[in-house]
């Protein structure tokens, strides 16, 4: 690992150390650099299309590290797939090319595949914004950045900084003369909407900062000394109340859980039980202005929906708890509910498959038995008592089908059978035992709909302490 890659991470342990997990994880820089310069920005056009000329966005936090061009391009097609407008592109560094290379590729593809892109920019690396602000211009102003609002204004956000004044007298002027108003002097006024996650909400957020266009609640998790509680909606409430009441928009977080396992002072876990599939709902009920999943690629966190690669992780640590952790079954449901968030569905009913067939799944769980205890370099994460030992499930069922089953086995042990209704189904059943966790539905006549298997067996106690979910499809 670099000197540099060295740097960066000593400094977002160092920053995050008083709020374990609520932080992203820095990439590291690239083993090799990307294989064609960086295209130069185009002229902005009226509003060729802008998603939020005529839906409600949907959005992907990205961590940006050293990707491959062809990996960029794989991520970018599969996220367009999925019913995705745009990455927030969450970024550390405008300098090393580790980073500039991906933002770079990622561009190019973007612009090529009808995707968009905007900047987060992650203050756990920047002390102002004079340092990536020319960046940023050189950007804002291209065919594949997200422009948002009957003005079309370039989208920018970040993750932290609500407690620096940049030599200004307050935060929301730091912010507003070093950023908005110094883009729009140069010609380039933007639309921000930040995620400060180290500042709290209040009903009084807006009187506090009232030069943003918006804001997100970064916490879409409980926090690690809460016990074992659903996820909470208090803060997305406030926040959206109070941007209601003061003309501002609200982006609203969604992540099935959160574990970090990576050195003393980065080994937490928030708990991804009663999470995912209770906030599809919460969003549904809320209709925020848009959403971001948290994350698409952010392995160290274990929170990534999307693809996740290889090299950003190289000479880290967290490829020893997520290789073979594929979260890519998530994508059996993430479509419906994009599709229902879009056509401003208030509940999950509308939720069904986007694949023609009569069922469609995902199942996630821990691959140890919580109560048996683990041992590795590190020892068990903070948070690990709200843990549990069960299988969560989220089934899809088509228009005209009746009569399926899903039933959970674990092991020698089956957890439970639900009756499946047409629409959006959840269920979670405790109970979880050493052995593989299968989930099968069957029609009336006994036969098998879909089904998956995890292919990691979970162990009985005494292994690594690997709080990650495995997360299989249903086909």
Not at 6 to 27: A, F, V, W
Not at 336 to 358: H, L
């Amino acid at each position: 690992m670099s000197t540099n890659s060295i740097y960066l991470r000593l400094k977002q342990k160092l920053t995050h150390k008083s709020i374990p997990g609520s932080g992203s994880t820095t990439t590291t820089p690239p083993t090799q650099p990307a294989t064609f310069p960086p295209t130069q920005p185009t002229t902005s056009p009226s509003n060729p299309g802008n998603p939020a000329a005529t839906e409600k966005p949907v959005f992907f936090h990205y961590m940006i590290g050293s990707i491959t061009d062809d990996h960029c391009r794989q991520d970018v097609v599969a996220a367009k797939a999925l019913g995705a407008d745009a990455f927030a592109l969450n970024t550390n560094s405008v300098t090393g090319t580790w980073a500039t290379d991906t933002i770079a590729s990622l561009f190019r593809h973007a612009e090529h595949l009808g995707f968009k892109l905007f900047f987060s920019f992650d203050m756990t690396g920047f002390n102002h914004p004079n340092q990536f602000r020319h960046y940023l211009k050189s950007y804002v102003g291209r065919s594949g950045y997200f422009k948002y609002g009957s003005n079309s204004l370039p989208l920018v956000s970040t993750f932290n900084g609500g407690t620096g004044t940049f030599g200004q007298p307050s935060v929301d002027a730091g912010w507003n003369v070093e950023l908005k108003q110094w883009m729009a002097i140069n010609g380039a006024p933007i639309y921000f909407v930040p995620a400060f996650q180290d500042v709290p909400v209040t009903s009084s957020y807006y009187s506090t900062y009232p030069s943003l266009d918006g804001a997100m609640n970064w916490n879409s998790w409980p926090h690690n000394n809460q016990g074992q509680i659903a996820v909470q909606i208090t803060d997305d409430q406030t926040l959206q109340n109070a941007g209601r009441s003061a003309g501002k928009t609200f982006l609203m977080g969604i992540s099935p859980l959160q574990f970090k396992h990576m050195d003393s002072g980065n080994n937490w876990y928030r708990r991804g039980e009663a999470n995912l599939e209770i906030r599809f709902g919460q969003v549904l009920q809320l209709q925020p202005d848009f959403i971001e999943f948290q994350t698409w690629n952010d392995t160290g966190e274990s929170h990534y929906m999307g693809l996740s690669w290889p090299e950003p992780i190289s000479g880290t640590t967290i490829g020893s708890y997520t290789n073979g952790y594929d979260h890519t079954g998530y994508n059996q449901i993430l479509p419906a509910f994009i599709k229902a968030f879009k056509a401003g569905a208030t509940n999950t009913d509308s939720m069904v498959p986007t694949n023609g067939a009569a069922a469609q799944g995902t199942f996630w769980h821990h691959t140890l038995v919580t109560a048996a205890g683990c041992s590795d370099y590190l020892g068990p994460p903070q948070g690990a008592n709200t843990a549990e030992d069960r299988v969560t499930a989220v089934v899809l069922v088509a228009s005209g089908q009746s009569g399926l089953k899903a039933t959970v086995t674990s092991g020698s042990k089956t957890l439970g059978t639900a009756n499946l209704k047409t629409g959006y189904n959840s269920f979670s059943y405790p109970g979880v035992i050493a052995g593989q966790v299968i989930v099968k539905v069957t029609n009336a006549a006994d036969a098998i709909v879909i089904s998956g298997t995890g292919p990691i067996s979970v162990s009985g106690g005494g292994g690594p302490c690997n709080y990650n979910f495995q997360v299989v499809g249903l086909y």
